[in-house]
Nanobody, 129 residues
Framework: DGQLQASGGGSAQPGDSLRLSCLVS????????PGWFRQVPGKEREGVAC????????YYSDSVKGRFTISKDNTKNTAFLQMSSLKPDDTAVYFC??????????????????????WGQGTLVTVSS
């Protein structure tokens, strides 16, 4: 089974940048595309970025497009989420995952996790002035 270890969360001010990392073991990003999700208490978990397995297509949610960048280093079994121009609305617990896919719904990019995918533990990002 896959295991994922996320790191890099913390506090930031609006406009700042943070980079999250996700180290995976037990599965390959070639087979299980890496994704990042976030969750605010009381709300559903939201997919924000995904690199699909196979073709390595990259997708972002509308809420982060143009500000966040997902990448991966297969040689290090690590995925990254570079977050720039942070906003208070980006405050959430961020989860890395392996096995993301994308569903296009009424013009919106809906990032989800396959039923056979794997979740990592969350890392808290707090954006406030």
């Amino acid at each position: 089974d896959g295991q994922l270890q996320a790191s890099g969360g913390g506090s930031a001010q609006p406009g700042d940048s943070l980079r999250l990392s996700c180290l995976v073991s037990g599965v390959s990003f070639d087979d299980y595309g890496p994704g990042w999700f976030r969750q605010v208490p009381g709300k559903e978990r939201e997919g924000v970025a995904c690199i699909t397995a196979g073709y390595d297509n990259i997708y972002y949610s509308d809420s982060v497009k143009g500000r966040f960048t997902i990448s991966k280093d297969n040689t290090k079994n690590t995925a990254f989420l570079q977050m720039s121009s942070l906003k208070p609305d980006d405050t959430a617990v961020y989860f890395c995952a392996a096995g993301c896919y994308v569903y296009f719904n009424a013009g919106h990019t809906d990032i989800r996790l396959n039923t056979n995918g794997f979740w990592g533990q969350g890392t808290l990002v707090t954006v406030s002035s």
